[in-house]
């Protein structure tokens, strides 16, 4: 396991003081730090650790709902394809 304290914040059910656990996890994350990610839907995602939003994502915090993130994902899916594009051409 590559991130303990991260992964315990994951599978944690809600509880008193968890934001605060997670504000100390965040502190401890590398720039361009990268995992995977599973939606509620099943589908993997690559997520990077230093944008918030994918942080919230990858820890799957209960406050998004599915809709959120499965737009989320698809905007990635689309984004990482036009990147695609534009380094092979």
């Given at each position: 396991?590559?991130d303990m304290?991260?992964?315990f914040?994951?599978?944690?059910p809600?509880f008193m003081g968890?934001?605060r656990?997670r504000e100390i996890?965040?502190?401890?994350v590398?720039?361009?730090?990268c995992?995977?990610?599973?939606?509620?839907?099943?589908?993997?995602?690559?997520?990077?650790?230093?944008?918030?939003?994918?942080?919230?994502v990858w820890l799957q915090?209960e406050?998004?709902?599915?809709?959120?993130?499965?737009?989320?994902?698809?905007?990635?899916?689309?984004?990482?394809?036009?990147e695609?594009y534009?380094v092979?051409?």
């Amino acid at each position: 396991m590559k991130d303990m304290f991260g992964n315990f914040l994951r599978v944690t059910p809600s509880f008193m003081g968890k934001w605060r656990l997670r504000e100390i996890w965040q502190r401890t994350v590398a720039d361009g730090d990268c995992r995977v990610a599973r939606l509620p839907d099943g589908s993997i995602l690559k997520v990077q650790l230093d944008v918030p939003y994918e942080q919230m994502v990858w820890l799957q915090d209960e406050e998004w709902d599915e809709s959120t993130l499965y737009s989320y994902s698809n905007i990635l899916f689309v984004w990482k394809h036009i990147e695609m594009y534009i380094v092979s051409n």
